[in-house]
């Protein structure tokens, strides 16, 4: 049971260029969150998914792209990566939703867009 | 959602017992409170959860008053490895999946 896996851990990037994260978690939860941390910060939703074939945004959607095709699966996309996105991305995901649920989170992914 | 307001940062000393307090004035109803503990270069973890009235696990207790505008976290005998920012969040029971994560409070437990 790997729980919460996100691919891959590091990634730098050029300004413009594009690239995908890829959050799994085997522990069938319907309930799947993308979070951005900026240093000192705390997390900010970026965009949410509240079962298999369904997205919302979060609180800072804007320049992501999220895809849940798969119930296991949450993949966040950047289009056109800009320095403003540098930041530790993390995955989780719950059982139930809203307030009552306990979020399971990844190990992070830290992104820098030169 | 409701606001949380928490300390930025506490110290404490090895074997002591740390409250920390979370205020959240516009709590609705139906929201449950929760607080998470995050390490260095880790996600966050959670820790524990309540309604009202107090919680207890292995690893912490939660106080809540009947009001239930604030909440406070108690960690007893904190050692070096709690050394940790640790989140209150308030979220309600509904099909949004939302929680709102504030700065937190980074803990710094001294030898």
């Known amino acids: 049971n790997a729980g919460v896996t996100q691919t891959p851990k590091f990634r730098v990037l050029k300004t413009g260029q594009s690239m995908t994260l890829l959050c799994a978690q085997d522990?069938?939860?319907?309930?799947m969150y993308w979070y951005r941390q900026d240093p000192g910060m705390g997390l900010r939703l970026i965009h949410y998914s509240v079962g298999e074939g369904t997205t919302a945004k979060g609180e800072v959607p804007d320049g992501y792209n999220v895809s849940r095709l798969k119930k296991q699966n949450f993949l966040l996309g950047l289009e056109s990566a800009a320095p403003s996105q540098t930041s530790v991305y993390f995955c989780a995901s719950s059982f139930l939703a809203g307030g009552r649920n306990e979020q399971f989170f990844g190990p992070g992914t830290r992104l820098t867009v030169l | 959602l409701a606001k949380t307001t928490q300390p930025i940062s506490m110290d404490s000393y090895e074997g002591q017992e740390v409250n920390i307090t979370c205020s959240h004035n516009?709590?609705?109803?139906?929201?449950?409170i929760t607080w998470y503990q995050q390490f260095p270069s880790q996600g966050p973890r959670f820790i524990i959860q309540g309604y009202k009235t107090k919680v207890t696990n292995e690893v912490a207790s939660l106080f809540i008053p009947a009001d239930r505008k604030s909440s406070t976290l108690s960690l007893p005998r904190v050692s070096l490895s709690d050394t940790a920012v640790y989140y209150c969040?308030?979220?309600?029971?509904?099909?949004?999946?939302?929680?709102?994560f504030g700065q937190g409070t980074t803990l710094q437990v001294k030898p």
């Open positions: 516009n709590i609705a109803t139906n929201d449950y």
């Open positions: 522990m069938n939860h319907e309930y």
């Open positions: 969040l308030v979220g309600e029971s509904s099909n949004t999946g939302k929680l709102i």
